[in-house]
């Protein structure tokens, strides 16, 4: 089965504490995003990748982290910089950039 | 300020009741309308992507129309499995800005049986 799978699902961060979030694809594409969603607010862009070795912010890259080292992998660091970082993050990918976007299934970070 | 705005917030619609959700964009350069579906806890579920105003598509009970200033995501005959939260993204041309989806806030569709 070919898709977007994310871990944790759920993930406690502590004050000053620095967490990776997962995101892997097995679906051959080249471009993956990170977007992170709150209540009441449309998902906002973090970072996203085009191709392996590359990646841009988003529109709010403060705060976190990412490498694309991999074409199936695009982790995410939340870093202590960070300091609202509870949300619900999601990692999608596409073929290509520009493309039709699919998403994983999510995960919810809360601070301890 | 380039923007995306669905309407209405919330839905209740009684099982076999028809509507309509709207998308309304500020955008320039579109390069794509795109409509996801989003149930409690999860990611967001591919749709549809629309190019081009006059374009329709269609699945199952949905259908979504693009004008130039406007999308339409009409449910016909929905089933209470259709509820959900319904997203629009689209994307603009950005001249070398972040290039990922502007995502409106989302329909809260509830279908009782």
């Known amino acids: 089965d070919g898709g977007i799978t994310q871990s944790p699902k759920y993930l406690f961060r502590k004050e000053g504490q620095n967490v990776t979030l997962s995101c892997e694809q097995n679906l051959n594409h080249d471009a993956m995003y990170w977007y992170r969603q709150d209540p009441g607010q449309g998902l906002r862009l973090i970072y996203y990748?085009?191709?392996?070795?590359?990646?841009q912010k988003g529109d709010i890259a403060e705060g976190y982290s990412v490498s694309r080292e991999k074409k199936e992998s695009f982790p995410l660091t939340v870093t202590s910089a960070q300091k609202n970082p509870t949300a619900f993050y999601l990692c999608?990918?596409?073929?290509?950039?520009?493309?039709?976007?699919?998403f994983g299934p999510g995960t919810r970070l809360l601070v301890l | 300020e380039d923007q995306v705005t669905q309407s209405p917030e919330a839905l209740r619609l009684q099982e076999g009741e028809s509507s309509s959700l709207n998308c309304s964009y500020t955008?320039?350069?579109?390069?794509?309308l795109f409509w996801y579906r989003q149930d409690p806890g999860k990611g967001p579920e591919f749709l549809f992507t629309?190019?081009?105003a006059g374009e329709e598509k269609e699945k199952e009970r949905l259908k979504a129309t693009l004008t130039k200033k406007e999308s339409f995501l009409h449910i016909t005959a929905p089933k209470p499995e259709d509820s959900a939260t319904y997203l629009c993204?689209?994307?603009?041309?950005?001249?070398?800005?972040?290039?990922?989806?502007?995502f409106g806030k989302g329909t809260h569709l509830i279908i009782q049986p």
């Open positions: 993204a689209v994307r603009m041309y950005s001249g070398g800005g972040a290039d990922g989806l502007t």
């Open positions: 629309l190019y081009s």
């Open positions: 990748s085009q191709i392996v070795n590359d990646f």
């Open positions: 955008v320039s350069g579109l390069r794509g």
């Open positions: 999608a990918s596409s073929i290509a950039h520009l493309e039709t976007q699919y």
